[in-house]
């Protein structure tokens, strides 16, 4: 008996419940996903980065930042660590093309940097110089996102320059570290970095005596806001 055709059936088959469990079933689950507005602050959430943080999440994946350093509190995740309030849902990265999860932490995840960490300063003096705001840290400088201006007599201070500690500037004597727009749109992207709205799916711890924000689905008017 020819089993050839049984065996096309069989491949057919494998082939097609892969495609659909891969393809067509997270589609029917998130393809539909569309941001929503939270009734306490009336916010939308997600929303779309605005522009220099878009640039920044370009500076972000060139230098291959995801290998060292997550953005995703999985389920479970002690969120006591500081990491993010709440466990990261696929409504967070509505608005990331591409979707930078990292598969590691060599470095603190990034989830809610933006909400845990709200000074440029000390965002641009780590990435110049990572142990001078983390001892002992692993974290490479990435010394090539500044200039190093000098400071002729009578020369105006850069305003974006770093302030740095009185050891620091005592050694760069006569000399200010700029950051470049790179750093400055890196920055940008970093404080944009926030997974702090409560969501259906992944809700706010509750606090004594208050009551948990209540969500509801946007009219198809309701703009993202930048």
């Given amino acids: 008996m020819n089993q050839a055709p049984l065996l096309m059936l069989g491949i057919f088959a494998a082939l097609s419940t892969s495609w659909f469990g891969l393809v067509v ?16 602050t009336g916010e939308i959430y997600p929303s779309a ?9 370009e500076v972000y994946r060139a230098n291959n930042c995801a290998a060292c350093h997550s953005q995703q509190v999985r389920p479970g995740a002690d969120i006591n660590r500081g990491w993010g309030p709440r466990r990261t849902v696929a409504q967070d990265y509505l608005f990331d093309a591409p979707v930078m999860l990292g598969s590691s932490r060599i470095g603190p995840d990034l989830a809610n940097i933006g909400a845990r960490q709200l000074d440029d300063n000390w965002h641009l003096i780590h990435l110049y ?11 490479p400088s990435y010394r090539f996102l500044f200039t190093k201006r000098a400071l002729d007599a009578g020369a105006k201070p850069s305003p974006n320059a770093l302030k740095l500690s009185p050891e620091e500037t005592k050694r760069l004597e006569g000399y200010e570290m700029v950051p470049k727009p790179d750093a400055l749109a890196l920055v940008a992207y970093l404080r944009s970095l926030r997974a702090d709205a409560p969501l259906f799916e992944a809700p706010l ?13 946007p009219s198809t008017n309701s703009p993202a806001k930048k």
């Fill in 49 to 57: 980065r605005p522009g220099l943080a878009q640039q920044g999440a």
């Fill in 205 to 217: 711890p509750a606090k004594p005596g208050l009551k948990p924000a209540k969500l509801s689905a």
């Fill in 129 to 139: 110089k990572p142990r001078l705001i983390v001892e002992k840290s692993s974290m």
């Fill in 25 to 40: 079933w997270p589609q029917i689950q998130l393809g539909a996903l569309k941001p929503v507005e939270i009734e306490e």
